[in-house]
């Protein structure tokens, strides 16, 4: 069986990546939906961040107000590393659980482990491999304007709240541009589910 970490910036297709690695055959685990089942309603995760952010983040039916807590976070960076130390062992533990249970049934699968901040909770210590989907500033600022409604100010600030994506490209050992069509990102992703599958 082989991990791979898939990353990149925030905006850059990696969950478009992660479904073509689907298709092709691959297991895929999500990080953002780990940690959404970490903090439902009355979960440990659920009650230390109240206790630290208090009612506002939540909504009527006491599950969190994710945008609430991602505007104070956004401009937070103490705050953020306080959410950050209380959800990311949680969905590490979650991940971990997951990859046991895949490869007792397929020893030979490709796990695809889509995770935004691989480098900034230290799960590149932790894959075999490493994927990044990057694509240009403007390409991430027009995506999330489009799709989250964010002006230009706010997506710069959510594009700079994380590690540069030269940075990451640098620790990559497969870079994908999340600007090619998509028969052509198709095709590489599906090559490189082929050479992955190899070294499982």
Sequence with gaps: MILVGLTGG???GKSTVAKMFKQCGAAVINA?????????????AWRAIVKLFGNTVLNQDRSLHRQALGSIVFHNPKKRRQLERIIHPR?????????????????????????PLL????????????????????????????????????????IRSQMPL??????????LNGTLPRPSLRKQVGQL????RLLA
């Design 32 to 44: 953002d939906l780990l940690a959404r089942q970490v903090v439902k309603p009355g979960k440990p």
């Design 10 to 12: 925030v905006a850059t």
């Design 166 to 175: 030269a940075k990451k490209i640098q620790r990559a050992d497969h870079v």
């Design 193 to 196: 589910f082929r050479s992955l």
């Design 119 to 158: 480098f900034e909770a230290g799960v590149d210590k932790r894959v075999d491999k490493i994927i990044v989907v990057t694509v240009d500033r403007n390409t991430q600022i027009a995506r999330l304007k489009k799709r989250n409604g964010l002006s230009r100010a706010e997506a710069l600030r959510r």
């Design 91 to 115: 969905v590490a533990r979650e991940q971990q659980r997951l990859v046991r249970w895949i490869a007792k049934r397929k020893p030979q699968a490709v796990v695809i482990y889509e995770v």
